[in-house]
Structures are given as structure tokens and as C-alpha cells.
């Protein structure tokens, strides 16, 4: 490879993250606006809360407060899950951006066409439905995280979140959308399976750390299959746009008549076949 070419790759690989780059901030931008739209109805996110939790009853999946209720007194547990929580959103999916940017351009369009999909069903969500974190509620939930570390508090502030954006859980369906990313691109094994068990490992942490309920883990994991349907569609008609629109006739071209000594002469006279006189 050449000093050009490389000039060439490292120009383009800036062109395409300060593309995404502006994405993001158009994205960062919206959610405040959304944040702004929710923030003043905690009363109206606690019902949501409450209706929840009794839709869990109904369906057997009201599993938050006994599962906290067990776990609390292992501190290892509660710790692990606080570290998952923190730095295994918004850390992992920046360190996962760069590598594919770097690694595979496939799928490093593939999972930003699939998280702004999955984010723009989320902030239809947040903004009609806003809905109480367990940790909010007060009722026996404990918030870990903030009772025992302070970085998740660093990284996101509670003036840089939406406090009642429970439903979905995109901490849950972006980790998916990680975990696909890792393990579509991964070279190695030990990669491919940690790709595939970080939404399980995120999905049990915000169980335990009181910021999701059960349900929000699942609709959160479902809208993410929804904007991984459409980042495939995506790609897809990119591929076909970028087909040749017709088919290239590979045949070799007719070759010229050659301009014979005879060109333009009147055809000799047929000869007789019949046998001389004797």
C-alpha cells in the first residue's frame, strides 16, 4: 500500500466519523428535547410505572423486587451489575464504532442505521409514555448505583438524563445491537461469545440495579430487532443501487470486413460443367 493510498483511507475514515459524529450530536440534541417533554410529569410516569408492574403480575413477570431482595446482600453481585450498567453502554458502543470503523464499514453501518431506527421508536415511546425507573418509586427498590458508586453519575449526570425513560430499555436493545456488531465482525471466538452474552449480561443488570423492569428489557430488545430489520433493508437496497443496472454484453465486438483484392469486383462467371467436344 502505498502513501497515497493510505492519505486516501485515513481521509475517508475522517470523512465517515465526522458524518456520525454530527449524527450524534443531532441525536443528543433531540433527546434533550424529549427529556424536556418528560421531565415535568413524574406523577403521570409513576401510573405508567404502577400499570407495568401490574402487567408483569398478570404475565408472571414481576421478578424485580424479589430478585433484588436476594442479590442486595451479595455485594460482589450488586457491584458487578453496577459496573456492567456503567461501563458496558455507552463505553463498549464508543470503543465498538471505532473498531468497526476501522475493521468492517458493513457493519459499522449496519449497527448506526440500526440504533437510530431502534432511538427514533424509543423517543416516540418516551415522549407519549413516559415511565418510573423501580429506583424511583420508592416502594423497597434500592438504586445500587447510586447508594454504591459514583461513576455512572460522572459519565451521565442527572441533568444529562431523562429520569422516566424506563420504557423501553435501550440500554438492553443497543447492547443487542453491540452484541450482533461484536459478533458479525469478531475474528476470534472469545469475542463472538462475548458478543452474544453482553444484552443478557445488560438485561440482568438493569434488573438489579432498579433502573428497568422486566418488560422494559423486552420491548427495549424488540425495537432493536425492529431497526436491525431496517438497517438490513438498508443495506440491501444500497447493494442494489450499487449493482450494475444492466447486464454488460462480454461478447467480442464483430471483427471489421478486411478489404480483399477482389472488393468491389463483379462476381466471376460460373463455370461450365459440361465436357469439351472431341
Not at 443531532?26 to 402487567?55: K, M, Q
Not at 443487542?176 to 443488570?205: C, K, N
Request: hydrophobic residues 50%; positive net charge; glycine residues 6%.
Amino acid at each position: 500500500m502505498t502513501r497515497d493510498d493510505v492519505r486516501t483511507r485515513i481521509r475517508g475514515l475522517v470523512r465517515l466519523l465526522s458524518l456520525d459524529a454530527l449524527v450524534i450530536v443531532s441525536g443528543v440534541v433531540v433527546y434533550f428535547g424529549v427529556r424536556g417533554l418528560t421531565a415535568e410529569n413524574p406523577e403521570r410516569a409513576r401510573e405508567h410505572a404502577l400499570d407495568i408492574l401490574a402487567l408483569e403480575k398478570t404475565l408472571g413477570l414481576d421478578v424485580e423486587a424479589g430478585v433484588q431482595a436476594v442479590l442486595l446482600d451479595l455485594h460482589w453481585v450488586t457491584t458487578l451489575a453496577n459496573w456492567v450498567y456503567i461501563w458496558g453502554h455507552w463505553p463498549v458502543i464508543a470503543v465498538t464504532f471505532v473498531w468497526l470503523a476501522l475493521r468492517n464499514r458493513v457493519v459499522f453501518r449496519r449497527l448506526r442505521n440500526a440504533m437510530i431506527a431502534s432511538g427514533a421508536l424509543g423517543l416516540c415511546v418516551y415522549t407519549t409514555y413516559p415511565v418510573a425507573p423501580p429506583r424511583l418509586l420508592h416502594d423497597g427498590y434500592v438504586d445500587t448505583i447510586t447508594e454504591q458508586s459514583n461513576a455512572y453519575r460522572v459519565l451521565q449526570p442527572p441533568a444529562f438524563t431523562n429520569q422516566y425513560a424506563a420504557m423501553p430499555s435501550l440500554h438492553v436493545g443497543w447492547d443487542l445491537l453491540v452484541g450482533l456488531a461484536i459478533a458479525a465482525a469478531a475474528g476470534t471466538l472469545i469475542m463472538r461469545t462475548l458478543g452474544r452474552l453482553m444484552p443478557a449480561l445488560m438485561a440482568a443488570a438493569t434488573v438489579i440495579t432498579a433502573n428497568h423492569y422486566v418488560l422494559d428489557a423486552l420491548v427495549g430488545a424488540a425495537f432493536a430487532l425492529v431497526g436491525y430489520a431496517v438497517a438490513l433493508d438498508l443495506e440491501k437496497r444500497r447493494e442494489r443501487h450499487q449493482a450494475p443496472a444492466a447486464a454488460v454484453d462480454l461478447s467480442p465486438p464483430a471483427l471489421p470486413r478486411p478489404r480483399g483484392a477482389g472488393e468491389g469486383r463483379l462476381p466471376d462467371a460460373p463455370r461450365s460443367t459440361r465436357a469439351p467436344a472431341s
